[in-house]
């Protein structure tokens, strides 16, 4: 892919990857309320990456009660914005670890993914070649 031909959204995450998590949590993390993405696996990614609304919603009301809004009311299975993933380390009173979120970002327009989502990391408009 060269430079000269890249969406603003691509010179935003240069690496092209995208965490997938569920609804509200993506709108706690650009609201700058949720610093950590708790994972069962670590991670040694560092760095900004896209932040994809998955598909599947949380249904525990105290969630969505955090952003006053209701399940259906925010985008799913687009990518919403992007974070940046500082640091990981291990929660063990939770049994977890904890994936440092900083700096997030929302994009204007949601933007349909290219490629199937994964649970976790995927890329999801192709793996970069540059």
Not at 42 to 69: N, P
Not at 105 to 116: F, G, H, L, S, V
Request: hydrophobic share 30%; charged share 35%; aromatic share 10%.
């Amino acid at each position: 892919m060269k430079k000269k031909n890249l969406k603003a959204h691509e010179k935003d995450v240069k690496t092209g990857r995208a965490i997938s998590i569920k609804q509200p949590f993506v709108e706690e993390i650009l609201l700058g309320k949720k610093k950590y993405e708790y994972r069962s696996r670590q991670t040694h990614i560092r760095g900004r990456v896209y932040l994809y609304a998955s598909k599947g919603k949380v249904t525990d009301e105290a969630r969505w009660k955090k952003v006053g809004l209701n399940p259906g009311d925010l985008p799913t299975g687009q990518i919403i914005g992007s974070v940046e993933i500082v640091d990981c380390k291990i929660f063990e009173n939770l049994g977890c670890y904890g994936y440092k979120l900083k700096n997030p970002r929302r994009y204007k327009t949601p933007i349909a993914p290219k490629m199937k989502a994964q649970p976790c990391f995927f890329f999801p408009f192709g793996k970069r070649d540059d």
